[in-house]
């Protein structure tokens, strides 16, 4: 069997990801008239209100020990990897269940502070049992990532993915349940593939009933000191919600949360990419000097196709949401050039941040830069949407994004430092803030409730230019990528 070159492996990987991101984000599309259609802005506000809850509360039900997984898996023996895999499994699970009592036990102050005008019965109890279910498929999905088994985590996603679909429009649609259906699909989806997950890891011998309190110790020790850093980061994104719910309305909630599901889709290679990325990069790291300089290459070639992507979304939001959304929701594509380009920086954090975790005792102070981030994110956040509504929120992740991601590299230089090819990463993005603001120059001065014929062809000839710069520029990495699809065809 022929042994895999560095950027076979990752990219090969990525294009399992892809694949199951590309069908993910087209289920996604595909019921966003859904979504807008048959749930008001109101109930739109809600569900996302839950769902983002439902996603701070899953960092603390896994404990960080997703990291704790990544990290260790691939050093740990062989014949001792079951044992390893059950014990991060066993103490998520007792942790979940600690935490979801917690929550019952709290719900009243949950209801006066975070959920005013959400019923308990059933939205939020249905949102306790979702961030169960899905902190033990996250796990099941942490599992397969970090074997580098990027088939199995697709197949696995995809079926996520379109259960979800069809049970939302089964309530939604047929049964006309609004968010209740919503949350109701959302929580049967993790409920069957967290079984299945368990049931597939039990079977295949990833598992064995069997406890090493040396590695709870070691997961642990190592994935404590990173709980901070990722709460801050998804409680960073949570606050602009509760802030827009404060200040405006559940309604303007719906909107921004349309405008952050548009601007997601850079996660359309964004995730993909870092999935198979983060396994790599510890590979490499091991690798000694090929290794770093592997990791240079493929990490520019990475933010370029980012920042195309950021480029292409910008420009075709607008189009978008106008045949996909209903009419309340025409605006929103004028914050999603913010969105994006956040989006995009964001990788420069991720990729210092993986150095700082690869370095285990520098990990253990790596909360330090995301709290901080945090703190600036919320005081931002708060001023911002207070004065500037739903545009006010779009900037204050950008603040947030930006210093994090300077704190970030500051911190990695000096505890791992790691040669990403910054000089080069910094002119890409300025070129793309450029060309983006010259492409949308006609959009914002325009309505949002029509589209105009010759702006957007304005838009499709720059972006024909940039394409054939890249292609000319990064036709090597491009070619490589085509020949690997072609190989997996096969």
């Known amino acids: 069997m022929k042994v895999k070159s560095p950027f076979e492996k990752v990219i090969s990987n990525s294009i399992f990801y892809s694949i199951g991101t590309i069908l993910g984000k ?21 569900v996302n209100t839950l769902t983002g809850f439902s996603t701070v509360l899953c960092i603390i039900t896994m404990l960080s020990l997703r990291a704790s ?18 014990t991060v499994l066993c103490v998520i699970v007792l942790n979940s269940f600690f935490v979801i009592g917690g929550l019952f036990i709290f719900r009243d102050w949950l209801m006066r ?33 970090a074997k580098q088994e990027g088939r199995k985590y697709t197949t696995s996603n995809i079926v996520y993915m379109f259960t979800h679909a069809v049970l939302n429009i089964i309530f939604i649609v047929i049964l006309r349940q609004g968010a209740i259906g919503y949350m109701a699909g959302l929580m049967i989806a993790n409920f069957i593939l967290a079984v299945y997950g368990l049931l597939r890891l039990y079977l295949s011998g990833d598992v ?18 990173i709980v901070p850093h990722d709460l801050s980061n998804n409680i960073s994104e949570y606050i602009s919600k509760v802030y827009i719910n404060m200040f405006l309305s559940y309604a303007a909630t719906g909107v921004f949360s349309i405008a952050s599901q548009v601007g997601g889709m850079m996660s359309l290679v964004q995730t993909s990419l870092n999935l198979a990325f983060h396994p790599w990069f510890n590979e490499q790291m091991g690798a000694g000097d090929q290794g770093r300089i592997n990791i240079k290459k493929f990490s520019v070639f990475v933010f370029i196709i980012y920042c195309y992507f950021c480029m292409g979304l910008s420009f075709f939001s607008k189009e978008a949401l106008y045949f996909l959304a209903s009419d309340e929701y025409n605006s929103a594509w004028r914050i999603v050039p913010v969105i994006a380009i956040g989006l995009v920086i964001r990788f420069i954090y991720y ?22 981030g945090c703190l600036i994110n919320l005081a931002a956040s708060y001023l911002l949407i207070k004065y500037f509504d739903l545009y006010g929120a779009a900037f204050a992740t950008i603040i947030y994004i930006f210093f994090l991601t300077v704190i970030t590299v500051l911190y990695s230089r000096k505890n791992c430092r790691v040669d990403f090819g910054m000089p080069k990463m910094l002119a890409a993005l300025l070129i793309t803030i450029i060309v983006t603001g010259i492409g949308l120059v006609f959009d914002y001065r325009g309505k949002d409730d029509n589209i105009h014929f010759g702006s957007t062809c304005y838009k499709i000839m720059i972006t024909l230019f940039v394409t054939a710069g890249i292609f000319f520029m990064y036709k090597k990495q491009i070619r490589l990528l085509f020949s690997i699809l072609k190989r997996g065809k096969k």
């Open 26 to 46: 087209i289920v996604n599309i595909a019921m966003l008239p859904v979504y807008t259609y048959f749930l008001t802005d109101s109930e739109y506000g809600m």
């Open 69 to 86: 997984l990544m990290r260790f898996y691939g050093e740990t023996e062989q014949k001792e990897k079951p044992v390893f895999v059950n």
């Open 113 to 145: 502070s975070l959920f005013q005008g959400i019923d308990f019965w059933p939205l939020v109890f249905f949102t306790f049992l979702i961030i169960l279910f899905t902190t033990l498929f996250t796990t099941y999905q942490t599992i397969l990532q």
């Open 208 to 225: 064995v009933f069997k406890i090493n309190w040396h590695y709870a110790k070691k997961s642990i020790k190592y994935a404590l000191p």
């Open 351 to 372: 990729s210092h941040v993986l150095a700082i975790l690869y370095n285990v005792k520098a990990s253990n102070f790596i909360s330090v830069c995301s709290i901080s």
